[in-house]
Each structure stands twice: as C-alpha cells, then as structure tokens.
C-alpha cells in the first residue's frame, strides 16, 4: 500500500487540476475574449491571451450594445433586475420568516397539511402557471412591469423562503418557547425577542438563495416582461442573439460577465452560505 | 394575575388565531396561484383556445394535436436524451470529484471554490459562454486544428443530430459541483469508526468505498436525482441561450415546445396542453423518487 501512495497521490491531485481546469476555462474564455479586439477573436486562439488588452467592449457591453431595436447597453436591464430582486427578495424572505415560524412553533390542526400544500409551489414546473399568470397580471395592469414580476417573484418564492425559515425553526428547543409563553409572552414578542436575535445565519442563507434565484431567473422575465422592462437575463439573451451586423464576441462575453457579476460577488464573499443554501434547498420534501 | 386576567384572555384569544391569520396570506396565494393555476391551465388543454383563451369544453383536442405534433415528440425524446446524460454525467462527476476530494486534500477550499462556482452563474451567461466556446469556426473546434490536427471538427452546436448533447456538456458543467457537494457533505457525515473498522478488517481504500462508503449515500442519491431531475424537466434557459432550440428544432425540449406555442405562436390551447404534460411528467418522477427518499431517510 505503501508503496502506490505517492503514486496514487499524484493521481488524485492530477484528476482534481484537470476538473479545476474544465471549470475555469469557461470563465477565463469569456474574461479574455471581453478584452481582445474583434481581428484579435478572428485571427487569434480562444485560448491565447489578448495581444492588447482593451476595455472597449466593456463599455460598449454596457452602454451602445443591442438589445434588439434599442441600442442603450445593459446598464438599463442591470437596474431593472436591481429593481426587480431587492423587492422580491426581501418580501418573500420576511414572508417565510413569519410563515416558518408558524408552522414550525405555532403548529394547529391541519397545519403540517398546508405546510406540506405550500411546498407543492415549490416542484411545479412553472410552464403550468404561465398562461393564467399573464392573464392576471394584464388584469392587473402589472404586464410588462417590474412591479409585476416582483410579484410572480415573491408568490413562487415564498414557498422556498418558509421551508428554509421552518427547517431552521424546527431545530430550535420547544422550551425556549415554552417558557416564554409562561411569562406571558405573545405571538409576536416570542418572535421578535427570542426566534429573530438568534435567525440571522438562516437569513443570510436565504437571501443568498432568493437572490441567485431571482437575480438568474429568465422564464419569468421573458413571458412577463418586454422591452424596457426586461431583467439582465433576458437582455443578455436578446444582445448575443441579435444576428442584424457584425457578431460582437467581445462585447458578448463582456455582457455575460456583467449579467453574473452580482451573483458570483455573492459567492465570493459568502460562498459558505451559498452551499448552505444549496443544500438547504436540496433536502426539500 | 387576576387583574390582568381579562387582557390575558385577549393574549390567548390573540395567540389562538394570529398564527392562522399570520399564514393565511401565504396559502391564499398558494390556493390561487399555484392550485388555481394549475386548473385554469387544465381547464384551458380543453378547449379550442388559440390566440384568445376561450372557456367551452371541447375534449381533448389540443392533446390530440399535440400528440400528432412532430415537434412535440423532438421535444420530448430530447428531454429524455438531454435528462438521462444531464443525471448520469452529473452524478459520475460529482461522485468522482466527492471521493477525490475526501482523500484530505491540500487548497480543498479552493478546489471546492472553482467546482461550485458555475451553480452561481445564471443558465443563461452559462449558455452565452458555451455557445462561444462550442462555436465551430472560433471556439474550441480552432483551438485543435490550430495545434496541427488540420482535420478536427467539432461542429456539435450546428449540427441537427448532436446540438441536444451540446446542451448535456453545459448543464453538467453548470451543475456537477454541487452535486459534488452534496455528495461530499454526505461522505463527511459517515462515523469515522465505520472506515477504521473496515480498514483493521484489511480492506483496501477503493473497496472501503464501493462496499461501504457510497451505498451508505443512498439517501444523498435520493436527493441529487431528484433536484437534477427536476433540473432537467424545467430546462429551458440554457437551451434558450445555447442553441435556441436549434438548429431547426433538434435541440426543443418541452419548456421552449410550451413556451413557444403559448406566447409566440398563439396555439394558448396545445400550450396549455403540452404544460400539462410537463407537469404529469414531473409527478411520475419525482413522487416516486419522494416517495423511496423518505422510505430510505428512515431506514438510515
């Protein structure tokens, strides 16, 4: 055994560079082709470095780019899809907090039933909800808007947000609150003086969750939005796919690196949590 | 408490109906949205409806049409390719990449960094980036003939027969990791004097793994194979920004099938049709799959 060790070692080190390369090529494609120039891409290997690295495609990513008719960048989506996930975000995270906190330490008759009719939101594929939920939100003059899908946002949402907050509640001894109530504390006191001091790690993890989901949603956004409304995915899609003039690879790769630059900002600094939130998600049902 | 006995039954009172008060938001929402939805999509696979929904019964003639649509059948035998590759491919690497990993590793942090961080990226940017590094005239196709191999082709993106495998490179890529994760969260969760047990019983590491180690992760396989299932079932972005479906409609998979026929194409009743279908397919797969996850959590 000893003998194969080292060897084996060496084996498993190699495997594991070769994996860590087939994961970072794409980003390292996409990084260098956003700085090279256009003859660069035509004349050049994907894979050589820029021969001089420029920032334009950057700045055209982001302000002259395409989008279909309109020419304005992707700044205008980045905001829409800021002004889209902040809301959502936090509403469908305060909601399941509360809800969370019901089904987990206010149980009643029937209560686990509805928890488990809750999470039925959660498996649907959401091609069943898309036809009545345009038709609502045209009722609702919420088409097209942002406003609008904040909404679909937090209703689908929501049903993540409150297994998160119950499968934390869950862990948390029944005698706290039981003692609590013996002292004549109320259903909000208990929760905003004992459950919400000690909830801020399940916070972060769903925060974290709702805001990749939200941030990288495309299905809402392409049926519910239009236009000037659109979220970054959606707009990103349009500028890679709009064949009218020369194919802008640069500025292609430019634009996806900002559409998941606050994503994977987030997973930079709290990639803990982000796991966290993974397999929170994962043990669902 | 005497005095206060009057408002202590207030707080009872209170205590006794906030809760209910407080979820009922919620599950209005999910009685309407998700319930009502789904029957008001059923209610409209029955009827005539085309570019406006039109609410008289008229049996099951989207389903028919459906049914006798060529496309839909594209779509339906790629979700079963593009699937059966995504799961197997995914849980092969990220069981490999778990096992490797668990052998105490030097920079395992930073490993797991770089494997994981696809899973943050949206489908689409991942789409965007492998629809450039897939391109047969610049991307990796170049790379190759570039290093001598004057004769290489790698045109799988443009190509009718393979662009659905296309999308299978991707998707694995984009997901593997964390099914890496959670196989290795599993394995870090297995009693240590399990192996030293084994191990004083001479057996070597790999067998230690094959017999002991990986069935015990039954619970793990339960859980991967139903989020990548589930992944795959509802795949529609990556697809949207890889191949569009394309190229003609050899790469359509049931979401863009459904979502091309309800908002570009004004058929809202084969739409709805083909929806439904989308959700009886996720039933059959994952309630089983609940099902047998529940039945071996409590057998571990």
């Known amino acids: 055994m000893f003998k194969n060790l080292t060897v084996g070692r060496a084996l498993v080190y190699a495997a594991l560079l070769l994996m860590a390369i087939y994961y970072l090529l794409p980003l390292y494609v996409m990084l260098t082709t956003s700085f090279k120039s256009l003859d660069d891409i035509r004349e050049g290997n994907m894979l050589a470095l820029p021969q001089l690295w420029q920032g334009g495609?950057?700045?055209?990513?982001?302000?002259?780019?395409?989008?279909?008719?309109?020419?304005?960048?992707?700044?205008?989506?980045?905001?829409?899809?800021?002004?889209?996930?902040?809301?959502?975000?936090?509403?469908?995270?305060?909601?399941?907090a509360v809800n969370g906190y019901v089904v987990s330490m206010w149980r009643f008759r029937g209560s686990d039933a509805l928890f488990t009719m809750l999470l039925v939101g959660c498996f649907i594929p959401f091609q069943v909800v898309l036809l009545p939920m345009a038709q609502l939100l045209g009722l609702l003059g919420l088409?097209?808007?942002?406003?609008?899908?904040?909404?679909?946002?937090?209703?689908?949402?929501?049903?993540?947000?409150?297994?998160?907050?119950?499968?934390?509640?869950?862990?948390?001894?029944?005698?706290?609150?039981?003692?609590?109530?013996?002292?004549?504390?109320?259903?909000?006191?208990?929760?905003?003086?004992?459950?919400?001091?000690?909830?801020?790690?399940?916070?972060?993890?769903?925060?974290?969750?709702?805001?990749?989901?939200?941030?990288?949603?495309?299905?809402?956004g392409v049926v519910f939005a239009s236009g000037e409304s659109q979220p970054i995915t959606v707009a990103l899609n349009n500028l890679v796919n709009t064949s009218t003039g020369v194919k802008e690879y640069n500025v292609d790769m430019a634009a996806a690196i900002i559409a998941a630059l606050p994503t994977l900002f987030v997973y930079m600094v709290a990639g803990r949590y982000f796991v966290r939130g993974l397999t929170a998600g994962a043990v669902k049902g | 408490m005497s005095g206060s006995s009057s408002q202590g039954s207030l707080h009872a009172l209170a205590d006794r109906w906030l809760p209910k008060l407080v979820l009922?938001?919620?599950?209005?929402?999910?009685?309407?949205?998700?319930?009502?939805?789904?029957?008001?999509?059923?209610?409209?696979?029955?009827?005539?409806?085309?570019?406006?929904?039109?609410?008289?019964?008229?049996?099951?003639?989207?389903?028919?049409?459906?049914?006798?649509?060529?496309?839909?059948?594209?779509?339906?035998?790629?979700?079963?390719?593009?699937?059966?590759?995504?799961?197997?491919?995914?849980?092969?690497?990220?069981?490999?990449?778990?096992?490797?990993?668990?052998?105490?590793?030097?920079?395992?942090?930073?490993?797991?960094?770089?494997?994981?961080?696809?899973?943050?990226?949206?489908?689409?940017v991942t789409g965007t980036a492998w629809k450039w590094m897939l391109n047969p005239d610049m991307g990796l196709q170049k790379v190759v003939v570039d290093l001598g191999f004057t004769d290489f082709t790698f045109d799988w993106l443009v190509n009718p027969d393979m662009a659905i495998y296309t999308v299978v490179i991707a998707g694995v890529w984009q997901s593997s990791g964390f099914v890496m994760a959670?196989?290795?969260?599993?394995?870090?969760?297995?009693?240590?004097?399990?192996?030293k047990a084994a191990q004083v019983d001479g057996a070597s590491l790999p067998t230690i793994y094959r017999r002991i180690l990986i069935p015990s992760l039954r619970p793990v396989f339960f859980s991967v194979l139903l989020i990548l299932s589930h992944i795959a079932i509802k795949s529609f972005d990556l697809v949207m920004a890889l191949t569009g479906g394309g190229p003609g409609n050899s790469s359509d998979v049931p979401a863009i099938f459904m979502y091309q026929f309800a908002f570009t194409r004004g058929q809202l009743g084969v739409g709805a049709a083909s929806a439904m279908m989308m959700l009886i397919t996720i039933v059959a797969v994952l309630v089983p799959l609940m099902y047998m996850e529940t039945r071996s959590a409590k057998r571990v």
């Open chain 1, 57 to 96: 495609a950057w700045s055209k990513a982001w302000a002259e780019a395409c989008t279909g008719v309109e020419c304005n960048g992707m700044q205008g989506f980045f905001w829409n899809s800021i002004k889209m996930t902040l809301p959502a975000v936090a509403i469908s995270t305060l909601l399941g």
């Open chain 1, 143 to 220: 088409a097209n808007t942002t406003a609008g899908l904040v909404l679909v946002h937090v209703v689908y949402g929501t049903a993540f947000t409150t297994l998160f907050f119950r499968n934390f509640y869950i862990t948390v001894p029944d005698e706290l609150v039981k003692a609590a109530r013996i002292d004549g504390a109320g259903f909000w006191t208990i929760f905003f003086r004992i459950l919400l001091p000690i909830s801020g790690p399940i916070f972060v993890v769903c925060v974290i969750w709702q805001f990749t989901q939200i941030w990288n949603d495309f299905l809402f």
């Open chain 2, 24 to 124: 009922s938001p919620t599950l209005a929402a999910s009685l309407i949205f998700v319930y009502g939805f789904i029957a008001w999509t059923g209610w409209l696979s029955f009827t005539e409806s085309r570019l406006m929904p039109r609410y008289e019964w008229a049996g099951f003639v989207q389903y028919q049409a459906l049914f006798e649509n060529e496309r839909w059948w594209t779509a339906a035998a790629n979700l079963g390719i593009f699937g059966g590759l995504f799961i197997l491919f995914c849980l092969l690497v990220g069981l490999l990449m778990a096992v490797l990993l668990d052998q105490k590793i030097r920079a395992e942090g930073a490993l797991r960094t770089v494997y994981l961080y696809p899973m943050a990226l949206s489908f689409v």
């Open chain 2, 182 to 195: 959670l196989f290795l969260a599993g394995l870090r969760g297995i009693d240590d004097s399990i192996i």
